[in-house]
T-cell receptor
Framework: GQNIDQPTEMTATEGAIVQINCTYQ??????LFWYQQHAGEAPTFLSY????GLEEKGRFSSFLSRSKGYSYLLLKELQMKDSASYLC???????????????FGKGTKLSVIP | EAGVAQSPRYKIIEKRQSVAFWCNPI?????LYWYQQILGQGPKLLIQ????????DSQLPKDRFSAERLKGVDSTLKIQPAKLEDSAVYLC?????????FGPGTRLTVT
């Protein structure tokens, strides 16, 4: 089975830095995704970590520790448009070309305030 | 490249009625997924197709939900009869080896 935990809500100030944590206990693991989802819209891909360490992509960075079952998404220089839900998802072991499953956490709703 | 297409975008029905959703994945993507996302929660996988075959439908409530992907491209998801608790956004996704791409979803309201 899969158990993925992330905070329900967070609030941060425009221009600041925020870290959204995700912990997981899974029966199989082949990487961790972060998706961004604006209200009423589809999730969009932010990052994918399969090895331990930090992956940086512009204002967004994602970190993974497989031994601790822990990941975080770091958002720098927050903008109002970053107000959205951030979904942590664990990828099950690869089962074929393009065929794998994601198990999602409940999402963290981030509100950026002026 | 065109993204994942879904229709309709919104649907309101009464309980015990039936409803169908349509999805057209990204061209060339063999794997297609249907998810249910209840307000305030993450997407929950309902069914996964590889080409026109079902890979996993263990979380599909088969007494009322059905899905097909007859020619290995488009897919339809049907609910019959609908219950109040089926109110949710139904997301379709297709995958490459690196990520899943989501469609805009169908927001279903059952009254």
């Amino acid at each position: 089975g899969q158990n993925i935990d992330q905070p329900t809500e967070m609030t941060a100030t425009e221009g600041a830095i925020v870290q959204i944590n995700c912990t997981y206990q899974t029966s199989g693991f082949n990487g961790l995704f972060w998706y961004q989802q604006h209200a009423g819209e589809a999730p969009t891909f932010l990052s994918y970590n399969v090895l331990d360490g930090l992956e940086e992509k512009g204002r967004f960075s994602s970190f993974l520790s497989r031994s601790k079952g822990y990941s975080y998404l770091l958002l720098k220089e927050l903008q109002m448009k970053d107000s959205a839900s951030y979904l942590c998802a664990v990828r099950d072991p690869y089962s074929g070309a393009g065929s794998y499953q994601l198990t999602f956490g409940k999402g963290t709703k981030l509100s950026v305030i002026p | 490249e065109a993204g994942v297409a879904q229709s309709p975008r919104y649907k309101i029905i009464e309980k015990r009625q039936s409803v169908a959703f349509w999805c057209n994945p990204i061209s060339g993507h063999a794997t297609l997924y249907w998810y249910q996302q209840i307000l305030g929660q993450g997407p929950k996988l309902l069914i996964q197709f590889q080409n026109n075959g079902v890979v996993d439908d263990s979380q599909l409530p088969k007494d009322r939900f059905s899905a097909e992907r007859l020619k290995g491209v488009d897919s339809t998801l049907k609910i019959q009869p609908a219950k109040l608790e089926d109110s949710a956004v139904y997301l379709c996704a297709s995958s490459s080896t690196t990520q899943q791409y989501f469609g805009p979803g169908t927001r279903l309201t059952v009254t």
